[in-house]
Antibody, heavy 125, light 107 residues
Framework: QLQLQESGPGLLKPSETLSLTCTVS??????????WGWIRQPPGKGLEWIGS??????????PSLKSRVTISVDTSENQFSQFSLKLSSVTAADTAMYYC??????????????WGQGTLVSVSS | DIQMTQSPSSLSASVGDRVTITCRAS??????LNWYQQKPGKAPKLLIY???SLLSGVPSRFSGSGSGTDFTLTISSLQPEDFATYYC?????????FGGGTKVEIK
């Protein structure tokens, strides 16, 4: 069964760069039907799609965050597949639960399944 | 961006009730609409994709319908484990966007 697990620092100061990694296990990472991405949820609020990456390296980002976001695939040769999120110049508004997800593409339909358990990132001076 | 509006934002219902949640898109999205369930402290889980296709393993009391701009999620007989927040999400165009959520609470 495919599982995703986020990891990374939970507390940042304003202006720092948020860096998170998602480890994928139990399934194929390199299928053409899958993208891998990030979604965040501020405490008590709704969901915001951040961006996605294909194993080939093709990316797409939410325009609202595009200038600050980089998503990349970890190409190191180990037994796990990983992809990463970097969000620069964070502010308190970036405080949120960050989820990594698989973005499934079937013809033109797209959905997110499964999701990682999430990791809380707080930004505070 | 396509705006997704859910109604109501919250509702109270009893076990066994039939519950309907509505999601409206700011423009036509065909059937590119998904529904997720989120329980407190947990990640969202996909329930329904492409407006009406039930994900394998999801109880048949959940159903989805609609096309164009108006969609509904129906729970035919509410069970204790169904108390959660439900989100719709459009996949018609990037950026993919979510509704604000509907919290289903115990009456």
């Amino acid at each position: 069964q495919l599982q995703l697990q986020e990891s990374g620092p939970g507390l940042l100061k304003p202006s720092e760069t948020l860096s998170l990694t998602c480890t994928v296990s139990g399934g194929s990472f390199s299928s053409s039907s899958y993208y891998w991405g990030w979604i965040r949820q501020p405490p008590g609020k709704g969901l915001e799609w951040i961006g996605s990456i294909h194993y080939s390296g093709s990316t797409n980002y939410n325009p609202s965050l595009k200038s600050r976001v980089t998503i990349s695939v970890d190409t190191s040769e180990n037994q796990f597949s990983q992809f990463s999120l970097k969000l620069s110049s964070v502010t308190a508004a970036d405080t949120a639960m960050y989820y990594c997800v698989r973005r499934v593409v079937v013809i033109a339909a797209i959905w997110f399944d499964p999701w990682g358990q999430g990791t809380l990132v707080s930004v505070s001076s | 961006d396509i705006q997704m509006t859910q109604s109501p934002s919250s509702l109270s219902a009893s076990v066994g009730d039939r519950v309907t949640i509505t999601c409206r898109a700011s423009q036509s999205i065909s059937t590119y609409l998904n529904w997720y369930q989120q329980k407190p402290g947990k990640a969202p889980k996909l329930l329904i994709y492409s407006a009406s296709s039930l994900l394998s393993g999801v109880p048949s009391r959940f159903s989805g319908s609609g096309s164009g701009t108006d969609f509904t999620l129906t729970i035919s007989s509410l069970q204790p484990e169904d108390f959660a927040t439900y989100y719709c999400q459009q996949s018609y165009s990037d950026p993919l966007t979510f509704g604000g959520g509907t919290k289903v609470e115990i009456k």
